[in-house]
């Protein structure tokens, strides 16, 4: 397929998705040569959609920066791009990959698919706060967008150890629009910290990232 959404705040931080509809072969030829700890890599992942997702979110990576798209993690898990000066955070679900890029800060990002497989798992996330402004018929938007604050936030906090039903609380919001912002405090440690977020409605995917 290609880039179906991309956005770009005054040229620090930028967000793209890309919908997977290509075959594992096309998706290599839209990449150089992988190098070989990256095809070990990507010969060592079983599930041939995964591997599909992995491709897709390099795709991304070499579309928006240029450069060949060799990651490599902080000792906190936090991915980095090799020889990029901008910081990076990778997502990706059922037939989708989205990347965000950032030269001022760590950011996060969380693609997910509409799912009741969320509120099954609610009872982990949940802090009783969010329980409080969930109400229909905004119900399943909200366990979901709270689920991907929750994801992009651990991924630029970068803290080991993070309970998401207890460190990080979602401000309420009512998603009655396609895109929006949220709020969340993020308490750990001693750190108590606002973290602001922005939001994606689309009818096959949930996707939120820091701002």
Not at 131 to 140: D, L, R
Request: net charge positive.
């Amino acid at each position: 397929m290609a880039i179906v959404f991309e956005n770009e705040n005054s040229h620090q931080t930028r967000v793209a998705v890309w919908e997977i509809t290509e075959s594992e072969e096309a998706l290599k030829q839209m990449l150089p040569p992988l190098k070989k700890n990256e095809t070990d890599f990507l010969q060592s992942i079983s599930f041939a959609p995964r591997r599909k997702e992995w491709l897709a979110s390099r795709v991304l990576i070499y579309r928006l920066t240029g450069l060949y798209p060799e990651t490599g993690y902080k000792d906190n898990g936090q991915p980095f791009v090799t020889n990029c000066r901008e910081n990076i955070s990778i997502s990706h679900t059922r037939k989708f990959a989205a990347i965000v890029l950032s030269k001022s800060s760590m950011p996060g990002i969380d693609i997910e698919y509409p799912s009741d497989r969320i509120r099954k798992v609610s009872k982990r996330f949940l802090n009783p706060l969010e329980k409080n402004f969930i109400k229909n018929p905004f119900t399943e938007v909200q366990l979901g967008l709270i689920w991907c604050c929750k994801e992009a936030i651990f991924k630029t906090a970068g803290i080991p150890g993070l309970v998401f039903k207890d460190n990080i609380i979602i401000s309420p919001f009512t998603p009655v629009h396609q895109q929006g912002s949220i709020n969340a405090s993020l308490s750990v440690s001693g750190l108590n910290k606002t973290i602001y977020l922005n939001y994606i409605l689309d009818k096959n995917f949930y996707l939120v990232w820091t701002k």
